[in-house]
């Protein structure tokens, strides 16, 4: 507004002829500073300066901090960026009590900001003091009332006198107490932070007979997916895995994802002891939980995190030599083997009470799902493939497992868009072109990212320019 007050200034006399134009024109700068906070007032206010900057206006004006932490190919935060952060409930709400940011997780500040505050999915809200300490946080795609209703969560634990970062000092004194340590780690639950590292400590703190208690069941059933492999919990879930079986945990699948967990975060610092402790845990899994994952795709896991191309090739080569080697056949009693097990599962009310339509949706999934597990374990291998060698007799491989894909989804353009980039690799460009052509035309035309990057990727083959 102070603009406009300046600009009521008396008019010079020699432009007294031009006093209706200036008038005119003061009407529309009103009209439009008027318009734009009425666009302000509808949504969510992103700041859109640096973290320090966010922080200083954080404590300049006594407010938490709400953040969204987001990355660009995830779709619920896609979601909750066009229908949730713009309405004018929701804007009300967040900019009366909070500084709000935005942060891409994979992209400059982003990255070390996810980082710090232990962010593994998206989106993640994070609540943070205006000291920069973490207080509250929650996750995933909801509707407006849900997001507000959990916010309010949120400032209860910000107004709480006992802050976690209290918490935590004080974990470091009494970490040996067991009556502690349980209201600590309840604490940390509710907050939404991970309990996979303290559950170990707390097991240890622990008679052997309170290690299957059903406090101890609910917390596997939050961290028990993300262990470690030579950690006491995991140790735990194996040693008793008849017990939490007969109480209805998946020990298998828990057991299985703490396999990845475990290779994933040795990838982060090349340790190999790590990976050969995760594959022996992997081997001792019963068959219906390797099936998730394969020895192979392990290995894979861990040579990607650590950027050895040359052993990552390797073990996807083994992998895809292996799918390539199921027939049609073979692949037709595979899925009438998947639909009898879910008809006897449903029957037994594994999956609940299943409606008309729920059962028929099953039925289908499995169906589908060995034929699914070829396809995309046949393209994923081509692709990363195609990126990262150069090798032509290896591309070649690649393009005949590209193929195979084909001959089971001839119409899907995620894998002609593999075959045409392997062939523009190969040096086939008219077929490529040919081929992206028609991966193009099979896009979705919904999915406009989808679409702009494969027919990008048309122009580049046409015009001869590197695609990977």
Known sequence: MERLIRMRRPINFKYRFNRPFIMKKQLLLLTALLCSMVGFSQGIIFETGTWKEVLAKAKQTNKPIFVDVYTTWCGPCKMMSKDVFPQEVVGTFFNDKFINYQIDAEKGE????AKLYTVTAYPTYLFINPKGEFFYRFL???PAETFIEKTKEALAEYNDPKPIADWDKEYLVKKSDPVFFLEYMKKREKLGISNASLLDEY???????????DVILEFYKIDGYFLNVTAEAFKNLK????LFLEKKLPVGNMMGSSIVTTITNAAKTKDEKQLNAAISAYELLPQESKDVSSAETLYMTYYKGTGDNENYVKYASQQANKLMKTTDAELVEMSKAS???FEEDAKAGKFGQLNAENYAQGKNYFEAIDKSKIMFGLNENAWEVFKRSSDKNLLKLALGWSERTLQLN???SQFLDTYANLLFKLGR???AIEQQEKAV???NKEDAEGLKNMTETLRKIKAGEKTW
């Open 110 to 113: 982003g990255v070390d900001l």
């Open 203 to 213: 097991l240890l703190l622990l008679p052997e007979d309170q290690r299957t208690s």
């Open 441 to 443: 035309s099979f896009v």
């Open 239 to 242: 040693a008793n895995e008849a």
């Open 410 to 412: 001839p119409e899907s």
């Open 140 to 142: 995933g795609s909801m």
């Open 339 to 341: 639909v009898l097990k």
């Open 429 to 431: 460009q008219k077929e």
